[in-house]
């Protein structure tokens, strides 16, 4: 009975059962196969004693590996698989640099060779080096025969450097960063975020045309949507001139999001369109450091459309120094029709050239909205003289341009403006 057990344990030992190849270490499955792409003719032998060698190195024996492959380079020093394998062998143990040598070497005597090529990209790799890495797995796409893992590596590849260039850029000056990301698009042509980004650093250069060609990608895909892209389009439309389309384009966003820069901005691009289509002694005004008595009757009759649409507008007493070729002049006698300014009874000159202080833009601002109507100048009349000024301003919500100054500090044309603006949301309250 125990002889029979024998013979049968016996039998089961001996027979030769089928065994499945082993899958690569993950840490090694980029590795390729070293006879992939080699065309020398070789002896079966050979290949016989590398295929174990190879298994072995596969299943993460690598020092049996090392054993069989030194054994088979003895023998056979001129089959070139076996040396790449060594290599394989050094990659795996983290011998990046014993490595480079052989698969460098062998690389350069053998460029179509796909085994050894992949092997370069590889010591990239494990050097970090990933711009190297993917110029040299790139140029093996469209290879016949290639492993699937190579195609794997090449969009890993794809990601790992769109990501390190992208991360760059974030914190590069804009030059640098122009540069970085047109580097991160040709590697990955489809990232949103990095043509996004590309664009914004564009627009900032006033590079419009190129800014536009780095988004229409994107205006051709679901992307087209994103508040970014649109806030990107119409900052382009901004560029350009064409303000129009960029204020339907804020305009959607602010009711989309309800973002208060959206807002904000359009109401930016709003003022910079009416200034567009001014006249030339508004932006005269505007631009100037120390605005005149006239230019503030130029801004404020541009700016604020009460005075612009008066009706039933009286007559305007006559100013001898408001002549024909004074700047402003319809909107200076507009701003005496409606008795916004005052023509000196005796001399009768109204001083058009006489600075504006930030103490007579107080007094004239609360002049306006009361003679304007401002609902929120009720209440105010009986107040006294030297208070009035600063109730009716802190009542229409507009900050006293006096305060903290010196009262006779001349006022610039982009101060007054912005003082007039709110004098024209108040008035349309």
Known sequence: MITGLALI???????????????????????????????????????????????????????????????????APEYAPAELAEAAVNLAEGRVE????????????????????????????AAGDTRRAWDIYRLLEGRPGLPVTVSERVNLLRQLLYNELYTAAL????????????????????????????AEKLIAQRNLEEARRAIEPLVNSADVDRPEVQEALAEIDVGRGRYQEAIIRYERLARRTNEPRYTARLEEIKSTWSAANMPPQFTTALESPAITRGD??????????????????????????ITDDVPGREEIIRAIALDIYEVDPVTRRVGPSRTVTVSSLARRTARVLTLRGANCTRGTAADPPESRV????????????????????????????????????????
């Open 9 to 75: 344990l016996g039998g089961c030992a001996t027979t030769d059962t089928a065994t499945p190849p082993p899958a690569p270490q993950r840490e090694t499955r980029f590795l390729i196969d070293p006879r992939t792409g080699y065309t020398l003719p070789t002896d079966e032998s050979i290949e016989r004693r590398f295929e174990t060698a190879w298994r072995l190195f596969q299943t993460g024996d690598l020092a049996q590996a090392r054993r069989r492959l030194a054994s088979l380079r003895s023998r």
């Open 98 to 125: 014993s490595a480079r040598g052989v698969v460098e070497r062998l690389a350069l005597r053998n460029p179509d060779w796909t085994a050894a090529r992949v092997y370069e990209g590889e010591v990239a790799m």
């Open 171 to 198: 914190t590069a000056p804009d030059e640098e960063a122009i540069r970085l990301l047109r580097e991160a698009l040709e590697v990955n042509p489809s990232a949103a975020d990095g043509r996004l980004l590309l």
């Open 296 to 321: 503030f009757a130029v801004l404020l009759y541009w700016t604020v459309s009460s005075v612009r649409f008066a009706q039933n507008v009286g007559a305007p007493t006559i100013a001898l120094d």
């Open 390 to 429: 600063t109730r009716i301003l802190a009542a229409c919500g507009i900050v006293d341009p006096s305060v903290g100054l010196s009262p006779d500090q001349p006022v610039s044309g982009r101060t007054v403006a912005a003082v007039l603006e709110r004098v024209e949301r108040a008035l349309q309250r």
